[in-house]
């Protein structure tokens, strides 16, 4: 987990309208059975949603309908079950495991599918593990450079959050929830900057 305190924060501007507020989708990446990402990410979706001039989607891996990759092209593709909820959302919330020093094929597949729908978009990442799922984090801020998505410096890794489960959902520790806080606040900054240079100055070559 990164530290929750800073100097300066930046102003946040939803760069709208109250009408017209920022869109955060939040990704549960893991499809195994049993999971926790599912129960993590509805956590995030409700502090995502709770920011200022903000809305949240959450957008489960494991209900994506992603067709056969024997159907993949190079940049995305025609079009999925949720890709005009992606190509909606201002940023993005990824909520994800470690697994073997990375992240889940599952959600390696719903990036692949998509293209433009990510791009001039900034994302952070909430990720888990016995560690933290730190490396996961790490292995996505490549790929994200590559589709032109913006990863926050800030970005939380969870260390054991099964101890802070119940049937009633996810307990988060003061510590964790600040940190994610922080994490919100420099992503929605991002989201309104960028949502005002992708619709006054489009990125040409």
Known sequence: MTETSYADPPTVSAGGSSADPLRIAVIAASVRDQRMGRTLAEWAAFRAAAAPA???DLIDCADAGL????????????????????????????????????????????????????????????????????LATEHLRGVLAELHVVTTRRVVGL?????????????????????????????????????????ERPYTR
């Open 54 to 56: 903000t809305e949240a």
């Open 67 to 134: 067709p056969s990759d024997q159907l993949l092209r190079p940049g995305g593709s025609a079009g999925t079950p949720v890709s005009s909820r992606l190509d909606a959302a201002d940023a993005f919330v990824f909520v994800t495991p470690e697994y073997n020093h990375s992240y889940p094929a599952g959600l390696k597949r719903l990036i692949d599918w998509h293209y433009r729908e990510w791009m001039f978009k900034p994302a952070t990442v909430l990720s888990y593990g016995v560690h933290g799922g730190l």
């Open 159 to 199: 260390p054991r959050p099964w101890a802070d489960l119940s049937p009633a959902g996810y307990t988060a520790p003061t510590d964790v929830t600040e940190a994610f806080d922080a994490a919100l606040h420099e992503l929605t900054w991002w989201a309104s900057l960028l949502r005002t240079a992708r619709t």
